[in-house]
Structures are given as C-alpha cells and as structure tokens.
C-alpha cells in the first residue's frame, strides 16, 4: 500500500469517526428537546472567571461562586466525577459527587459530551493533590456542541485550516488565544499613550472618490445611489492632514486600510496601521514619537523593551540609530550613490537590482535599498531622507532638494512604520501629483492620483507638521514572536476551499 493510499484511508477513517461522534451527540439534542429542555439557554449567570478563583483561592475559599465556559476534560471515577472548564480566562476543576447533585443530576452531568458550554455553581475548594477546584452544586446545559472539538479526532495542526476555522484555534489552542489578547493590549496602549501627550482619535472615510496618501493598487468598488466609483481606502493620511487645516493640531486614526496587491509573510490586503498628525513639529518629532510609542507599549504589554523574535534578541531602548538610505546603501553594499549623481540607473543595473520600466533615479535608489540592505537591519534603525521623487507627501530636505524629510524604522529586516515632515506647500504638492500622474499614465498602477480637493484644502493654510504611521499587525508578530501576519490576524484572507 503506497502512502497516499494510507492517507486517504486515514481521511476517510477520520471522517467516519467524526461522523459517527456528531450522530451521537445529535442524538443527544433530540432527546432533551424531547424532554422539555432548551439546550440553548441562558441559565447560571457567572460571577467570577476561573483565573479570578485561582489566583485568588484564599479570597474565594469555601465561598459559592458560579462559572460558565466549555467542558474540555471529564474523569469519571464512579459516584464521583472530575472535568475541566475552560472560560476565557483559563481552565479549572470541577469536581461532582453523586452523593451532592443527586442520581438524575449526576447522569446528566455524565452524559455531557466535550465542547459542550455549560454553567455551573458550586464551592470553592482544594484537593488533596492541591489543585484549585469547585464542587458543583447545580449546572445547566447553555449550547449544545454538535460537532466534536478537533483535538479529539484528528487535531487542528494544520496551519490553512487553524485560519480558516480561527474559532477553534482560539478555543484549543492557548498560546494562539494568548496572541490576540496581547494585540488587544497592544492596542489600547498606543491609544492611551497617545491620549496622554494631547492627540485626539478621529474617524476618517473608508471609501474614497480618489485612492491616496500611499503608492498602492486600490481596491475599487461602486456606490449605486451615488452613481460613482468609489475606492477602499490606501491610507487615511489626506483626510487626517484636512483636520489639521481645521485646527485639529493632534489627531490620530487606528483603522483598517486595503491594498490590491500581494500576499506574503507580511502583506495581508487587508491589514491595520495608526497613522498620527502633529501640528508644528517635523521628521525629527516623529521619530522621537516612534520609538517612544513602541518601546513603551513593549514595556507595558511585556514587561521589557528587549524581545526575543525568532531566536534573535532584539533591543526597543531608545534612542534608535539613524542612518541616511544613501548611508546606508554605502554601508552594506559599497555603492556610492552620492558620487553617482546623473547615473543611478546604471548603477542599479551593474549592481544587479531589478528595477521597473521607466524607473527614475529615485527608484534606483529605492529599489537598491530594498533588494540590497533592508535584510542587515535587525536592530531598530531609522533609515531617513529618502529621494524625493518616490516621497509624493513629503517635505523636501533644506539642504538637498533632491532628498525629503522622511523615514522609516526598521526592525528585524522589516518596514515597521513611515513618516516625514509633511509637505504642506500646495504649488510644490501640485507638482508632484502631477509627476505622480505622468507615471501612472506610462504604466505605474501605484503612482498617486491628482487630488483636487486636498490641494484646495493646502490652498487655505496647513501648519507645517509631522506625521506618523505604523503598521500595527507587523507590530503585534515581534511582540508575540509570530512568523506570520495571518497569525496574528483573526481572520485572514484565504481562497476558497478547492480554489486553485
């Protein structure tokens, strides 16, 4: 027998398990409809979680609490029974006599399947074995699982299928739960240490009539009342600038953004970003925001400020290295592109990077530094002044206009955010959506469009300022040590099952 043939019959070996467990438990459901009861119910309301129980024994010792969560474990040892309950803040015993609930109570408890949610009342009490347990005093059936949960018959190893089927993921596996609590937290963080220094949080359109504030494909859909194409939004960076021509000198968004473009390791088409606005300031402020927000939101959520990702130990302690991209392309490569003024196209191409049709002189540079340097930086580095020509938003350097204010740090080889001095001269900004124009008009599907209204926004006064954006899911995968955006998305984009 070859070995696709013993995978197959496995499947099919699975699969009759699994169906025969899900006629049983069906079976289960019938009969307690049968019987009066609604297995679907509300019923015993819980006043403590079980970490509150353990963490908290001697409070709560011989005191009755109530519990509700999955049942993940049962022990039955005769006229006594052990079970763990998962709620979602951890697991605890359970322990029933039927010497307590009585002879129809205790049957009932036994002939609950695993997975099924139940609520329970009862004492708090230690064993002898020392384990934090309740003894139950009354239960009630509140959802009936008709399917059994995966561990128990071929388990949710597989990775497609753990994204697919995140509910249960997040309901077997713990450390995968503990992902996303920690992006909660990481969340709410940044919130409030932006609260603490003055921003305000705002809320900006996610379906725009002109794609902007990024070089990116849109997404493009269409608003029937409207009789208008529309685009999920790049970025929200236009519409947060308007606010500060109205006055708004602070403001930050935390929010979706959608790119038609490709999926990898770090690129999920639909992902999250904060992006930050700051009347008054410049790339210097914002830098200075950046590495502050992130060390002191790894600080709070865990502990510490150096990470271990991957088996590489990494330090957020501020103040981050800053080095210019031309610096840095010389540093790891050798190239000098300062005395290669008038040729960096040439010497792309004799350096081996790739370069798109039409490439100018920036993105020579550009894609030199990507193809080049970006995997050499590990440590937190600001890589700043980047040419002008790739930066459509960005306020040219005093000194060498053909360079802007701009940056982006970089971590374990990885872009983990981008923000510059934020272009606020309308006849300038004119010039480059026209450039942007001229580029998409000879093939460029991610040059920016021309934005009349920004420009008449410009047109009445925007303090000069800085900006920020960060992407948080890149964020999120160094502290939690993740290998994957999907995994520490909830629900990432996936082809449909027998897609090819």
């Known amino acids: 027998m070859d070995e696709q043939t013993t995978q197959d019959l496995s499947v099919q070996s699975d699969e009759a398990l699994l169906n025969d467990q899900m006629a049983v438990r069906r079976a289960k459901l019938e009969r307690l409809i049968q019987e009066g009861r609604n297995p679907y119910e509300l019923g015993i309301v819980p006043t403590h979680t079980a970490r509150q129980v353990v963490e908290a024994f001697d ?26 309950l998962h709620d979602s803040s951890g697991r605890i015993q359970l322990f029933v006599r039927l010497d307590a609930v009585g002879q129809q109570a205790y049957e009932a408890f036994k002939d609950l399947d695993l997975g099924d949610i139940i609520g329970v009342r009862g004492v708090v009490f230690r064993t002898k074995r020392g384990e934090v347990s309740v003894e139950v005093q009354e239960f009630d059936l509140q959802a009936k699982a008709l399917r059994p949960l995966p561990e128990k018959w071929h388990g949710l190893k597989d990775i497609e299928q753990r994204y697919r089927r995140r509910y249960l993921d997040l309901t077997v596996n713990p450390d995968s739960r503990r992902v996303f ?24 359109p996610m379906l725009h009539p002109i794609p902007g504030g990024a070089n990116a494909r849109p997404f493009e859909t269409y ?76 600080r709070e959520v865990l502990g510490t400020t150096v990470i271990q990702y991957q088996g590489r130990e990494i330090d957020l302690t501020p103040p981050w290295e800053r080095i210019s991209m031309l610096e840095a392309i010389e ?126 926004a410009l047109e009445y006064g925007m303090p000069p300022a800085g900006g920020l954006g960060i992407g948080i899911d890149r964020l999120v995968m160094l502290l939690t040590d993740s290998p994957s955006i999907r995994d520490v998305i909830l629900f990432p984009h996936m082809r449909p099952k027998g897609h090819a």
């Open 59 to 84: 409070r709560w010792n011989g005191e009755q609490v109530a519990l509700a969560g999955r049942l993940r474990a049962m022990r039955i040892h005769g006229g006594a029974t052990f079970a763990d």
């Open 181 to 204: 609590l920690l992006r909660s937290q990481v969340v709410a963080a940044i919130r409030r240490l932006l609260n603490e220094r003055g921003f305000i949080e705002v809320e900006t």
């Open 223 to 298: 608003h029937n009342a409207l009789d208008m194409p529309l685009y999920m939004r790049i970025a929200p960076e236009l519409y947060l600038k308007r606010l500060l021509v109205g006055g708004f000198d602070k403001v930050f968004e935390i929010g979706k953004n959608f790119r038609n473009e490709g999926i990898s390791t770090k690129h999920n088409p639909e992902y999250t970003s904060l992006e930050a606005y700051q009347a008054f300031a410049d790339y210097e402020d914002m830098m200075v925001l950046t590495e502050t927000l992130i060390s002191e939101v790894a």
């Open 331 to 456: 540093k790891y490569t050798g190239i000098d592109f300062e005395a290669a003024a008038g040729r960096e196209i040439e010497v792309a191409k004799a350096a081996g990077v790739r370069l798109p049709d039409n490439a100018t002189p920036g993105q020579a540079i550009l894609e030199t530094f990507e193809q080049k340097v970006e995997e050499h930086l590990i440590q937190p580095v600001f890589v700043t002044d980047h040419p002008v020509d790739v930066s459509p938003l960005a306020k040219r350097r005093k000194d060498n206009p053909r360079f802007t204010e701009r940056f982006e740090p970089y971590i374990n080889g990885w872009e983990i955010a981008n923000g510059f001095s934020e272009l606020n001269d309308p006849i300038d900004q004119r010039l480059r959506f026209e450039e942007q124009v001229r580029k998409r008009e000879a093939g460029d599907d991610e040059a920016h469009f021309m934005d009349e209204d920004f420009l008449e």
